[in-house]
């Protein structure tokens, strides 16, 4: 294990703007640009990639990487086609990759996840994101090569070649699922009846109550039976960081006594 690797805990699930600043040419690590925005933000994440992102950084399209057999949105994708795509983007298992996006922490969180779940826990949030690293005065690239633009489409094909029988190859990544790390419709329905766990949901209250419309089209609002509700803005301070563990503990357990 390399020195670097040793002065990380994947425990710790985010990495400051100046330790990833200070390490950002350290051979070992890999920077994850996985922007991604709410349908009715008409923004567009691979365009402003290619205008400013983290110097080295790939761009991760969580919708092209995603379950390609279902008309739901950026649905997990295979073990084999999440193998796939991972390895067109050049990440092997023994990177130390940082993923941040264009909010502070948002979409990058699902793909924190998303590694972790293929049984990848050298993964790490970059805690206040592209705007954080912005603020703080650190250099951006204001294009992307064109090695990155053939990784970012050559794993969104590969991705679809998985799906459609097709063999990818080489693969540098080795998947090894976690199943605890996800539930089925079915293990939610079987929860509404039982109640063995507690429903979290993340969106704004509005959206909970049924009181705003869904930003998808064709989305009915409310929520599933017995959930709470916890947004997630209220775990971030105002410079769209991960508040302390001590004042997330709190807001946590405030909620889980309404």
């Known amino acids: ?5 040793q002065s990380l805990s994947t425990s710790e699930p985010v990495v400051s703007v100046d330790w990833l600043h200070a390490n950002l040419r350290e051979p070992d690590v890999k920077v994850l640009d996985a922007s991604w925005y709410m349908p009715d933000e008409h923004r567009n994440p691979l365009q402003e990639y290619q205008v400013g992102h983290i110097p080295g950084a790939l761009f991760f399209d969580i919708d092209g990487i995603s379950d390609r057999s279902t008309d739901l949105p950026h649905m997990l994708p295979s ?5 796939a795509a991972v390895s067109a983007l050049g990440i ?5 990759l940082v993923v941040y996006d264009g909010k502070g922490i948002f979409s990058a969180a699902r793909v924190w996840w998303m590694f972790r779940i293929f049984g990848h826990d050298k993964i790490w949030v970059l805690d206040g994101g592209l705007p954080r690293w912005r603020a703080s005065g650190f250099d951006v690239e ?3 090569s064109s090695d990155a633009m053939l990784k970012a489409t050559a794993a969104s094909d590969a991705t ?3 799906y459609q029988g097709h063999r990818v190859g080489p693969i540098t990544f080795k998947t090894n ?3 605890h790390s996800i539930w089925t419709i079915d293990q939610v329905h079987k929860n509404i009846e039982e109640q063995t766990h507690q429903h979290v949901d993340a969106r704004s209250k ?3 109550d049924g009181v705003a419309p869904e930003p998808r089209k064709g989305i009915r609002s409310g929520h599933i039976p017995g959930s709470k509700c916890l947004p997630f803005p209220q775990m971030l ?6 508040l302390p563990a001590n004042e997330l503990k709190k807001r946590i357990e405030q909620e889980g006594q309404r």
């Open 1 to 5: 294990m390399s020195s670097l690797a």
């Open 142 to 144: 204001s294009s992307a």
């Open 237 to 242: 301070d105002a410079s769209q960081t991960l």
């Open 79 to 83: 073990e084999e086609a999440f193998a």
């Open 92 to 96: 092997e298992n023994k990177d130390n």
């Open 177 to 179: 699922f976690q199943p």
């Open 160 to 162: 679809e070649k998985v």
């Open 206 to 208: 509005a959206r909970f």
